[in-house]
């Protein structure tokens, strides 16, 4: 995540001085809106199809799909841009504040799974996994602020912000690939998950892509002083 450190560093969202007191920074906005959205997702599947455990399990569904679309930005945005060119710069200047949008958006999916655990007995297992996936990402969110970044050196922040990172798009894998896979067979395997596979397996394998052209690129500086 080597690319993706430099986004979460986040100096560029640093509070600027001059803000006037009470003005939220921009990257609060990001969460705010990723908060905003996920909640009124929920709260419109929760009232079309019911409060208990089918409107609940599909309102799990929905955010985690928002969830999802605020995380790729901030997990393959740099490498994108690394090899489609400026043009999805944007993605990469922004990529903290998706990163921070998806950990306020994942907010909701969180008091959703209460909300099941509530209402559907079966549904107490711990699933270690999945709260190991929200512990990542609130310590990705907490590694985002420069005094914590510091305080740890680059080389073990870029390894605990790499490791983070993919922990959370292993969580989303085994959503999208593993348990429909587990539950359905390879041959009814539901169509409407591939569109989140391709975004996720194409945003693991450019990030691949852009760490090896990095290596590539200092190996040449190395040789070439
Ligand atoms: C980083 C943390 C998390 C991520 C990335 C995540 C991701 C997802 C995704 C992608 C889905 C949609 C699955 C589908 O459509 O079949 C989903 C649904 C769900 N998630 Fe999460 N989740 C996280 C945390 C949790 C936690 C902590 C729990 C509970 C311990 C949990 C329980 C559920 C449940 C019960 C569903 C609904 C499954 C169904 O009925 O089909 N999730 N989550």
Redesign the pocket.
């Given at each position: 995540m080597t690319a993706r450190a430099s986004q979460l560093s986040g100096s560029s969202d640093r509070p600027p001085a001059s803000r006037p007191a009470g003005v939220l920074p921009a990257v609060g906005y990001w969460m705010a809106a990723g908060f905003a959205v996920s909640l009124a997702l929920a709260a419109i599947v929760l009232a079309v199809a019911g409060a208990g455990e089918h409107g609940t399990?599909?309102a799990?569904?929905v955010t985690?799909?928002w969830?999802?679309l605020l995380?790729w930005p901030a997990y393959a945005g740099s490498a994108l841009t690394r090899f489609c060119g400026p043009r999805f710069a944007v993605l990469t200047r922004q990529g903290r504040a998706f990163g921070l949008a998806f950990a306020a958006a994942?907010g909701v999916?969180?008091g959703l799974?209460l909300r099941?655990?509530a209402v559907a007995a079966d549904?107490r297992t711990?699933?270690l996994l999945?709260?190991a996936?929200?512990a990542?990402?609130y310590a990705l969110a907490l590694l985002s602020l420069p005094r914590l970044r510091d305080w740890l050196g680059p080389r073990a922040w870029r390894i605990a912000c790499e490791a983070a990172m993919q922990y959370?798009a292993l969580?989303?894998a085994v959503?999208?690939i593993v348990?429909?896979l587990q539950a359905n067979g390879p041959d009814k395997y539901p169509l409407t998950?591939l569109p989140?596979v391709i975004m996720l397996v194409g945003g693991a394998l450019l990030r691949i892509a852009a760490q090896l052209r990095r290596q590539r690129t200092a190996g040449g500086v190395q040789q070439n002083p």
């Open positions: 399990a599909l799990l569904r985690a799909r969830c999802f995380f994942l999916h969180v799974v099941l655990m549904q711990p699933m999945f709260w996936g929200v990542c990402t959370i969580v989303f959503d999208f348990e429909p998950y989140f």
